[in-house]
C-alpha cells in the first residue's frame, strides 16, 4: 500500500502561486507514474501534470508555461508549483501514484483545496 498526503492548498488572488506537496509513505517501490488530477465545481477530473519515473514531464495545455511538476526522490514528495493562477484554476487538487506491471495500481491522496479568486 502507498500513503499519500497532500499539502499547500489555500486562497490566493488571481495571479498569485502556490505550492503543492505529496508526501509518499509505504511500498513505494516500483512507483512508475507521479501525477496531480483536479476537480473543479462541476466538473470531471482531470489530469493536470505528470512526471515518470525517468523525469519525463507533461501537462494539460491550460497550465503549460505556469505550472511545474517535480518531485525529490530522497524525501518521497512530489510537488507542483502555480504560478499566475487563474480563478479557472479553481479545484480539489489530487496527487495520484500509479504502479504499472502485471496489473496497474492507483494510488490517491485526500486531496486539497486550491481557491483562486478574480
Known amino acids: 500500500q502507498v500513503q499519500l498526503v497532500e499539502s499547500g492548498g489555500g486562497l490566493v488572488q488571481a495571479g498569485g502561486s502556490l505550492r503543492l506537496s505529496c508526501a509518499a509513505s509505504?511500498?513505494?517501490?516500483?512507483?512508475?507514474?507521479m501525477a496531480w488530477y483536479r476537480q473543479g465545481p462541476g466538473k470531471q477530473r482531470e489530469l493536470v501534470a505528470a512526471i515518470t519515473s525517468g523525469g519525463g514531464t507533461s501537462y494539460v495545455d491550460s497550465v503549460k508555461g505556469r505550472f511545474t511538476i517535480s518531485r525529490d526522490n530522497a524525501e518521497n514528495t512530489v510537488y507542483l508549483q502555480m504560478n499566475s493562477l487563474k480563478p479557472e484554476d479553481t479545484a480539489v487538487y489530487y496527487c495520484?501514484?500509479?504502479?504499472?506491471?502485471?496489473?496497474?495500481?492507483?494510488?490517491w491522496g485526500q486531496g486539497t483545496q486550491v481557491t483562486v479568486s478574480s
Open positions: 495520484n501514484f500509479r504502479r504499472v506491471g502485471s496489473a496497474t495500481y492507483d494510488y
Open positions: 509505504g511500498n513505494i517501490f516500483s512507483i512508475n507514474f
